[in-house]
């Protein structure tokens, strides 16, 4: 299997469409970062010309032109970080949607191996970093260039070696970011990787505290989040090291820019009056640059989020979408396996060797076999969690990969063995298939799924909150939710993998006979090992080895399959 890209190359280029979408609001970024920076000059400007003025005997006041620029250089300053940050954060909305929607697509086969905290990081820290690039560059860098290079034109009115002089210095001072980038990147990645593995390590014993515990491996698990930690730390230091180093270059450069311009006008090169206004222009040219300098000495750790986001944006689908797809044209569909084969990316072993059968329309099957034997691969491909090497999947006649996903998805709804519920009250979870779903559904679907009593039974009834991953409540009430959720949405195919494995035998009971209630109006694939759930089914299908080995209802395997005997040994004198 093809292991996903972890990151991109030239990321910060690549965020820049997301800049330009909105070209109105860019262009007033740009604009509040240009009178921002031009009031962060011409305020000191008209001060220290007044000040010259003062010191020479002239007696202009400008004081009415001062305090005007007062008022706007305090109008700019919040214009440029109300507009700058509003609208970066619109920016990341919509970067974190097209993060879920590449983590959607590439849902399951291109995930395998990534760790759950680790793409927490990424879509909480990593999506958050780009931040910065989109509120500090673009009104930033635009206008503290353009006035830089307007104050250093002004300064060459007065004194044309003073200007160059600036130039240089803003010069070198913008090429230290440039010539330690490379660096600065790699940094930020190792920095970035180290951040992500540690939220892996801690989600994983976060959600193992019960094992671990079990175990008594608490410490061992505490030691490896700490090495993470440990390694992370180091990185960080050593990206620290290469900004601090920036930081004293360009301080040290600002100053013997300050330095010359000093000598200058000690040396009496410059008119007394403009002596002031030299001094703070200087000042004010290199500061802009100097701030942009700061910004960059950051970059390193951007550019590496970024690469990490825009990595996961840019996978392509696990399985393609057709170009012109199909509907599902029967409302009872019937189901069909036809000689599929399939093996896993990476694998030389096939799981599935020319497997058919099929579901009619209304019907309800159960796969059994044993552990291995490719039942839940089959359930898998009928989802396109995968599509099938050889053969097909239909339903109602339709290969599974003509259908659009929306249409497979509304079509088709699976109850997994492992169960997942959000922290969100049991009618919330219960909708999660169909939110606009009214009560009166919600509670139908908890009956027939055999969930309505215990929920009643708590505190605040459906509105009681599940907690994380269904933390408040039993295996078997997850359960329960899961199938009611499933039946909440009316999908007319419906999976059950496992299902009611975590039921005790009246609860399951009480399952089935909610399901007999609507018997006929889906058509219903039970993935099972219980007799007691087989027995219920229409027909049985024996997978042995990726093949369908024997077909028909319990009692005709049972008299006609030693395999299926052997299977079912031990159960087939439960009630």
Same mark, same amino acid.
């Given at each position: 299997?093809?292991?996903?890209?972890?990151?991109?190359?030239?990321?910060?280029?690549?965020?820049?469409?997301?800049?330009?979408?909105?070209?109105?609001?860019?262009?007033?970024?740009?604009?509040?970062?240009?009178?921002?920076?031009?009031?962060?000059?011409?305020?000191?400007?008209?001060?220290?010309?007044?000040?010259?003025?003062?010191?020479? *005997?002239?007696? +202009?006041?400008?004081?009415?032109?001062?305090?005007?620029?007062?008022?706007?250089?305090?109008?700019?300053?919040?214009?440029?970080?109300?507009?700058?940050?509003?609208?970066?954060?619109?920016?990341?909305?919509?970067?974190?949607?097209?993060?879920?929607?590449?983590?959607?697509?590439?849902?399951?086969?291109?995930?395998?191996?990534?760790?759950?905290?680790? =793409?927490?990081?990424?879509?909480?820290?990593?999506?958050?970093?780009?931040?910065?690039?989109?509120?500090?560059?673009?009104?930033?860098?635009?206008?503290?260039?353009?006035?830089? =290079?307007?104050?250093?034109?002004?300064?060459?009115?007065?004194?044309?070696?003073?200007?160059?002089?600036?130039?240089?210095?803003?010069?070198?001072?913008?090429?230290?970011?440039?010539?330690?980038?490379?660096?600065?990147?790699?940094?930020?990645? !190792?920095?970035?990787?180290?951040?992500?593995?540690?939220?892996?390590?801690?989600?994983?014993?976060?959600? *193992?505290?019960? +094992?671990?515990?079990?175990?008594?491996?608490?410490?061992?698990?505490?030691?490896?989040?700490?090495?993470?930690?440990?390694?992370?730390?180091?990185?960080?230091?050593?990206? !620290?090291?290469?900004?601090?180093?920036?930081?004293?270059?360009? %301080?040290?450069?600002?100053?013997?820019? =300050?330095?010359?311009?000093?000598?200058?006008?000690?040396?009496?090169?410059?008119?007394?009056?403009?002596?002031?206004?030299?001094?703070?222009?200087?000042?004010?040219?290199?500061?802009?640059?100097?701030?942009?300098?700061?910004?960059?000495?950051?970059?390193?750790?951007?550019?590496?989020?970024?690469?990490?986001?825009?990595?996961?944006?840019?996978?392509?689908?696990?399985?393609?979408?057709?170009?012109?797809?199909?509907?599902?044209?029967?409302?009872?569909?019937?189901?069909?396996?036809?000689?599929?084969?399939?093996?896993?990316?990476?694998?030389?072993?096939?799981?599935?060797?020319?497997?058919?059968?099929?579901?009619?329309?209304?019907?309800?099957?159960?796969?059994?076999?044993?552990?291995?034997?490719?039942?839940?691969?089959?359930?898998?491909?009928?989802?396109?969690?995968?599509?099938?090497?050889?053969?097909?999947?239909?339903?109602?006649?339709?290969?599974?990969?003509?259908?659009?996903?929306?249409? =497979?998805?509304?079509?088709?709804?699976?109850?997994?063995?492992?169960?997942?519920?959000?922290?969100?009250?049991?009618?919330?979870?219960?909708?999660?298939?169909?939110?606009?779903?009214?009560?009166?559904?919600? %509670?139908?679907?908890?009956?027939?799924?055999?969930?309505?009593?215990?929920?009643?039974?708590?505190?605040?009834?459906?509105?009681?909150?599940?907690? +994380?991953?269904?933390?408040?409540?039993?295996?078997?009430?997850?359960?329960?939710?899961?199938?009611?959720?499933?039946?909440?949405?009316?999908?007319?195919?419906?999976?059950?993998?496992?299902?009611?494995?975590?039921?005790?035998?009246?609860? %399951?009971?009480?399952?089935?006979?909610?399901?007999?209630?609507?018997?006929?109006?889906?058509?219903?694939?039970?993935?099972?090992?219980?007799?007691?759930?087989?027995?219920?089914?229409?027909?049985?299908?024996?997978?042995?080895?990726?093949?369908?080995?024997?077909?028909?209802?319990?009692?005709?395997?049972?008299?006609?399959?030693?395999?299926?005997?052997?299977?079912?040994?031990?159960?087939?004198?439960?009630?």
């Amino acid at each position: 299997m093809t292991t996903p890209a972890t990151s991109v190359d030239r990321p910060l280029w690549r965020l820049l469409p997301y800049m330009a979408s909105r070209p109105l609001v860019f262009s007033l970024v740009i604009a509040s970062g240009l009178v921002n920076y031009c009031m962060v000059v011409l305020l000191p400007a008209l001060t220290a010309y007044q000040l010259g003025g003062l010191l020479t *005997g002239r007696t +202009e006041s400008l004081a009415s032109q001062i305090t005007i620029a007062v008022l706007v250089a305090g109008v700019a300053g919040w214009w440029q970080t109300h507009i700058g940050h509003d609208w970066a954060y619109r920016l990341l909305k919509v970067l974190r949607l097209r993060l879920f929607d590449g983590l959607e697509r590439a849902t399951p086969g291109r995930l395998l191996g990534r760790r759950t905290g680790e =793409l927490a990081d990424i879509a909480k820290n990593d999506v958050s970093a780009t931040e910065m690039f989109f509120a500090h560059t673009a009104g930033d860098y635009v206008g503290a260039v353009a006035v830089s =290079l307007a104050s250093v034109a002004v300064v060459a009115s007065i004194d044309v070696p003073s200007a160059a002089v600036i130039a240089v210095m803003m010069l070198l001072v913008a090429v230290v970011p440039v010539a330690l980038s490379r660096r600065a990147g790699e940094q930020g990645r !190792a920095v970035r990787d180290a951040a992500g593995a540690v939220a892996g390590e801690t989600v994983d014993v976060i959600q *193992g505290l019960r +094992e671990l515990a079990l175990a008594r491996r608490g410490r061992e698990a505490a030691d490896r989040v700490l090495a993470r930690a440990q390694e992370l730390r180091v990185r960080r230091r050593a990206y !620290a090291r290469r900004a601090g180093l920036e930081l004293v270059v360009s %301080e040290l450069l600002l100053g013997l820019g =300050l330095l010359a311009l000093t000598f200058r006008a000690v040396a009496g090169a410059v008119e007394p009056r403009w002596i002031p206004v030299l001094i703070v222009l200087g000042v004010s040219a290199l500061a802009p640059i100097a701030t942009v300098s700061a910004t960059a000495r950051t970059l390193g750790d951007v550019r590496a989020a970024a690469g990490r986001v825009l990595a996961i944006i840019g996978y392509s689908p696990h399985v393609w979408e057709p170009e012109a797809p199909e509907p599902v044209r029967d409302a009872l569909p019937a189901v069909a396996f036809d000689h599929v084969r399939f093996g896993y990316p990476g694998s030389a072993h096939e799981v599935l060797r020319e497997a058919s059968f099929q579901i009619r329309a209304g019907e309800i099957v159960a796969l059994v076999g044993a552990s291995g034997a490719g039942k839940t691969t089959l359930a898998n491909l009928l989802l396109r969690f995968w599509d099938v090497s050889a053969g097909a999947v239909t339903i109602g006649g339709v290969d599974v990969r003509n259908l659009s996903t929306s249409e =497979l998805r509304t079509t088709v709804t699976v109850v997994p063995q492992d169960v997942y519920l959000f922290h969100d009250t049991i009618a919330g979870n219960i909708k999660l298939g169909r939110p606009d779903a009214t009560d009166v559904e919600v %509670e139908r679907a908890a009956r027939l799924a055999g969930a309505h009593d215990f929920i009643t039974a708590l505190p605040q009834g459906y509105q009681t909150l599940c907690g +994380e991953r269904g933390a408040s409540l039993s295996g078997g009430q997850r359960q329960r939710i899961a199938i009611a959720r499933a039946l909440l949405t009316g999908a007319p195919v419906l999976v059950l993998d496992e299902a009611v494995s975590s039921l005790d035998t009246e609860t %399951e009971r009480a399952v089935h006979d909610g399901l007999a209630a609507t018997r006929g109006t889906r058509t219903t694939l039970i993935i099972a090992h219980r007799i007691s759930t087989i027995r219920r089914a229409d027909r049985v299908v024996l997978l042995d080895g990726g093949v369908v080995v024997a077909t028909g209802t319990h009692d005709e395997l049972v008299t006609g399959s030693r395999a299926y005997r052997r299977l079912t040994a031990g159960q087939l004198d439960a009630p």
